[in-house]
């Protein structure tokens, strides 16, 4: 029985820059204080605040690039992307030898929906610094979603090199091997990760698909259904869906229905759930 996989979605990664020791000349210590405390701000969502404290480091140090990365992240979350652009451009053009610009831009582009250009800037990013972690991600995301999955595959391996104590990396690499049917090595990278990181609800959920492909199905409902009531609603509406798949396997069309429908009620967007619906009727 061969399944459609959900991809599990990483979150689109704002690197928010809260140090300048690359930037020449050295930076005032104030206006490092400044940029810190403006990022712990931004990250915090206290935008005018973090917008303040960015722009008064930028009268100590007006060169200071992650000062000018960060601002212009301050009004990429207020939805002004023009005056985000010209920040991260201005930075850019002030050091482009740091990976910090380039992601930006490609966090702009992702924003737009102009998937080309991100992949360009999150690859000047890497070229700049192949260890920039939020680059890499973000890349191996977009070229998923593209359905390039041996290229997105290549960049998760790569990630569970530069930031091995995540689990993202392993699962973007799971759901590319299972996409690319190499069913065995996803078992691998499954197994590997759940020694690293233990019995996670992201990996406890790939076991269970796996095991709707080898249809087991009575296990694999069994294995999902502690996770109905995770607090994460898009995850729970994931189980929901498999569960769904499970069931209308077993041709339980009206257990299927009614798992289809709690995971719509959880996540209207859940496509798997919707197919399930159509076809238990």
């Keep these: 029985m061969r399944l459609v996989a959900v991809v599990v979605p990483l979150a689109m990664l ?8 690359s930037t020449v000349p050295p930076l005032p210590a104030r206006a490092l204080e400044l940029n810190q405390t403006g990022a712990a701000a931004l990250a915090a969502g ?8 960015f722009a008064v480091a930028l009268e100590y140090s007006p060169r200071f690039t992650e000062a000018w990365v960060n601002l212009g992240y301050v009004e990429l979350r207020r939805g002004n992307l023009e005056r ?10 002030l050091n482009p030898d740091l990976p910090a610009p380039h992601h930006a831009l490609g966090v702009l582009a992702d924003e737009r929906g102009i998937g080309k250009e991100a992949e360009g800037h999150y690859r000047q990013a890497l070229k700049v610094d192949p260890g920039f972690v939020s680059s890499r991600a973000n890349l191996a995301r977009r070229l998923f979603q593209r359905a390039a999955f041996e290229d997105s595959r290549q960049q998760y391996l790569r990630l569970t090199q530069v930031e091995p104590d995540a689990i993202s990396g392993y699962l973007g690499l ?3 091997l299972l996409r690319l049917d190499r069913e065995g090595e996803a078992d691998d990278v499954i197994a590997r990760a759940r ?8 990996l406890i959920m790939l076991v269970a698909r796996q095991m709707l492909r080898r249809e087991a199905f009575a296990e694999a409902e069994e294995t999902l259904a502690p996770l ?4 994460d609603r898009t995850r729970a509406s994931a189980a929901w869906s498999w569960i ?11 257990g299927a229905h009614a798992a289809a429908r709690e995971a719509l009620a959880m996540d209207k967007t859940n496509v798997v759930a919707a197919k399930m619906l159509r076809d238990s009727r």
């Design 228 to 231: 109905t009531d995770d607090m």
């Design 174 to 176: 799971a759901e590319c």
């Design 195 to 202: 020694l690293r990181f233990g019995d996670s609800p992201e």
């Design 84 to 93: 985000a652009r010209k920040h991260f451009v201005k930075a850019r053009d």
């Design 46 to 53: 206290d935008l005018s605040t973090a917008e303040a404290r």
């Design 14 to 21: 704002v690197s928010i820059v809260a140090l300048g020791c």
């Design 244 to 254: 769904a798949v499970a069931r209308r396997a077993r041709n339980d069309r009206p």
